[in-house]
């Protein structure tokens, strides 16, 4: 339990080993440029802007984790620390080296993508205050836009027959930062075997049986996957550019 004594520690965690092949060939996802400058510097700018955020730890590819902390040192971050470690074959295993590297006195952790390069400050300061307010596990999202069908899946190309149709006003679609009390991450990270129905570090800890809280998410916190997410991130930051004065 934490020293009531003592403030409270926030750090974030950015896996960032993953070569996101839907955007195409080239270089990894995390460092693809947006604006001239890598996503991941992006992502970790984000982190750091929050004044409650005191370390970020990037989890890099498992062989190019010199590279990624030659390519942050190239960029300045404010206050935060950075640090970079190699991550694993999956992104459970990534995630859990990067919680590996917390010093002890950390009591809050974000988990955040690293193909999320524009989530706004006001979203992570959210996450990160719900959690100090004794939440266990945090998810930012927004409700859905379209109707889902539920199908019974197909090989590609073929047609899928439907099955259901969930309640829209039931449905989040969840982004990150996603925040923990660190006790209860590692725990469901020592307990859940990746791939037990759980496709984030939220549904870990619903693996637990622990509760997890939704907050209300940001439109610009969408995750680029795809070569159209790249034109309207580049649109947003072009804007913000414009009119924030953002570098």
């Given at each position: 339990m934490p020293d009531p004594s003592r403030p409270i520690r926030t750090a974030a965690v950015i896996p960032a080993?993953?070569?996101?092949?839907?955007?195409?060939?080239?270089?990894?996802?995390?460092?693809?440029?947006?604006?001239?400058?890598?996503?991941l510097v992006h992502a970790v700018r984000a982190m750091a802007a929050s004044r409650?955020?005191?370390?970020?730890?990037?989890v890099a590819p498992p062989d190019g984790a010199p590279e990624?902390?030659?390519?942050l040192d190239e960029h300045s971050f404010g206050r935060a620390e950075l640090l970079v470690v190699p991550g694993g074959e999956t992104r459970q295993e990534s995630v859990r080296r990067g919680l590996d590297a917390l010093p002890d006195g950390i009591d809050v952790v974000l988990v955040h993508?690293?193909?999320?390069p524009l989530v706004p400050v006001d979203t992570v300061d959210a996450v990160i205050a719900t959690v100090r307010s004794g939440a266990p596990a945090v998810v930012p999202a927004l409700p859905l836009?379209?109707?889902?069908?539920?199908?019974e899946p197909r090989p590609r190309g073929e047609a899928e027959p439907v099955t259901g149709t969930p309640e829209r006003a039931l449905l989040r679609a969840v982004q990150t930062p996603q925040g923990f009390d660190r006790e209860t991450l590692l725990m469901a990270h020592d307990t859940v075997v990746e791939g037990e129905g759980a496709t984030d570090d939220?549904?870990?800890?619903?693996?637990?049986?622990?509760?997890?809280?939704v907050v209300p998410g940001?439109?610009?916190?969408?995750?680029?996957t795809r070569p159209l997410d790249l034109v309207?991130?580049?649109?947003?930051?072009?804007?913000?550019?414009?009119t924030d004065g953002y570098v």
């Open positions: 080993a993953g070569r996101g092949v839907r955007l195409g060939p080239g270089a990894p996802k995390a460092l693809r440029t947006l604006g001239g400058t890598p996503m409650a955020v005191s370390l970020v730890v990037v990624v902390r030659a390519l993508d690293a193909a999320r836009a379209d109707t889902v069908k539920q199908v939220a549904g870990l800890v619903e693996r637990l049986g622990a509760p997890v809280v940001h439109e610009e916190a969408f995750k680029v309207l991130a580049e649109a947003v930051l072009a804007r913000r550019r414009a």
